[in-house]
């Protein structure tokens, strides 16, 4: 099977995109401080499946930056951006954006959490269009694939790339 095939088969269907703009449910606060504390500390970038595939990119001889600003987004930043080829690559979390296969949702606040990972995946789905418009090609990969796997998929992409595009 095609690996393209599979990582394909791993993302959820197409979001709703009007949970971007839901309104928040309400939710009661967690009984502990420390719950919201061990959540507010979790890191947004440079986590462990991200820096695992930064570290075969890097040592198959591929250059990219790191935490890429989206051109006319705000605050939406790429992963891994080869900008010289326009290959995007998002490293996303299972529980954060709704992995099919992995993604599981809290008893406590089920509610919030539901509209919190649509909206998450509203906005992968907008920043996804947007750099399509710009042009980009948007890869995916999820924490739990294999990293050597995901490396040949954005090196497959990169190729796919440089072979359909001309760049002084």
Known sequence: ??????????HAPEPD????????????????AAVSARYAAL??????????????????????RV??????LPRRKVDI???????AVQVDGCFWHGCPAHGSSPRRNSEWWRWKIARNQARDADTDTRLAELGWQVVHVWEHEDTAEAC?????????????????
Request: proline residues 10%; charged residues 25%; glycine residues 2%.
């Open 67 to 72: 935490q890429y600003a989206v051109p006319g």
């Open 81 to 87: 951006a080869f900008t010289r080829w326009k290959v």
């Open 152 to 168: 040949a998929r954005v090196a497959a992409a990169l190729q796919e790339r440089q072979a359909t595009q001309s760049h002084p």
């Open 17 to 32: 995109r009007t949970a971007l703009h839901a309104p928040e449910p309400d939710r009661t606060a967690p009984q502990e």
């Open 1 to 10: 099977m095609d690996p393209a095939d599979t990582a394909d088969a791993l």
């Open 43 to 64: 890191p947004r970038s440079a986590t462990a499946p991200e820096t695992a595939l930064r570290r075969a990119l890097h040592a198959t001889g591929l250059r990219f």
